[in-house]
């Protein structure tokens, strides 16, 4: 059964609060702006297989706005975009940013799928959306000395948006460690309060976009401050006022089952996991195995180094970065030590759906597709976050203008895809 949509607030509602989901594979994007009234009138990906889960999830009208199609394919999509949604979001792919993707960057084939986002952007023209959110992984902001940041930096600015970036952390609000660097861009009708532009005249104690970038100190750290002091945007940088977010994260154990129903290893695939711990984290093991009170929830990852198989254990009771399962490397393991008593299994999908933030997921019938569709997602009180903080701010500071409703030719409602019903 299609999940049920979350109350949403309705003071928060409008049919004009309404966006295009880039790059929306299980559509984790929309499970968070959803829930402060955001309308998806577009989501595209090329995956079949995300689709499914999607429509799955949000029902068979969710079908009607998702499009499966290549980004590239920019007649398409931009005839299937209607009017002139607020928002676009673009998770685009991140399989370049990393090692295993060779650090490509933006010239690899995945990651420079954004190209084709900005495509899109560039032909949308007077139908531009007036805010866009990008998001990717930490290493985006490193690829290529930097110069792959500079260039998403540089191409916005060419579209006319005032840049931001800020990098959040999954783990302050779930017990899953998931660092991602965002980029938003708003249009320059947008700048006012609560959005600050840097300004270049400005006394130094005077620039509001300096407090409030000092303000939120922790989503931006040095090295983003540094790239941002050296770029300059043919636009500029401007941010929206907010404070750091506070950290609200679950434990671990609250993320995971432990009943006996679960698909735990038998003896010798214990043993054979155990004899891949590093020493230290052996000693760690056995440590907590003496403890007979109490019960220890930990996650480990299989991995190869110095060509032999290892498996690195997590202490800190929050799980590793979840992954696509190519390979049996990138799988998460659960490790539960009760009592004395040591269990181990890989992480079910529900598991990786609570980690993403998202519990309820209707889940498919196929456990791989699951645990590939939240590998590769966004994490949902993430994306409330950054909503609650930014999005949702700018839009109420914009929507209550109505010369300026009218400039971006809101004053008609578009034509809405259904809200997901059970
Ligand atoms: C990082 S994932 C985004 C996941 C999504 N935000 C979610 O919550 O599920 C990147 C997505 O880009 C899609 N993708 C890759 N190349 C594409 C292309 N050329 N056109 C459209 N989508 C593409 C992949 O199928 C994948 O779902």
Known sequence: MPQEAPPVDMDEASPQKTFCEFFA????????????????????????????MYVGHYGAAAAE??????????????????RRPFLATASFPCTDMSLAGKRRGLAGRQSGALFGFLEVLARLDER??????????????????????????AALADLGYWIDSFVVDAQTFVPQSRPRLFLAGYQQKLLRPPLFARRSDAELMNDRWRQTVERADRLRPARLRAAMESIEPLTGWAAVDCANPAASRPALAEAVDLDAAQAWWDPPQVERHLAMVFDRHRRKLDSLCGQQQGTA???????VRQGKQRMEVRFDGVAGCLRTPRGGSAKQIVIVIDRGNLKMRWMTPREYARLQGAADYVLPDNAIQGL??????????????IDRNMLTPVWNAYRHDREL?????????????????P
Not at 405 to 421: K, M, N, W
């Open 65 to 82: 706005h998702y499009h499966q199609g290549d980004v590239w394919a920019a007649d398409e999509v931009l005839q299937r975009i209607p």
């Open 405 to 421: 409703v009218a400039s971006c030719s809101y004053s008609e409602p578009v034509a809405l895809a259904r809200t997901p019903s």
């Open 25 to 52: 594979g299980i559509g984790l994007v929309y499970e968070a702006l959803r829930r402060s009234g955001w309308q998806c009138v577009y989501a595209n990906d090329i995956d079949p297989k995300k689709r499914a």
């Open 372 to 385: 590939f569709g939240f590998g590769d997602a966004v994490c949902v009180p993430v994306l409330q976050w």
């Open 128 to 153: 531009r959306p007036p805010m866009v959110l990008l998001e990717n992984v930490p290493g985006f902001l490193t690829s290529h000395h930097g110069a792959d940041f500079a260039a998403a930096v």
């Open 297 to 303: 929830v930990l996650t480990a990852f299989r991995r």
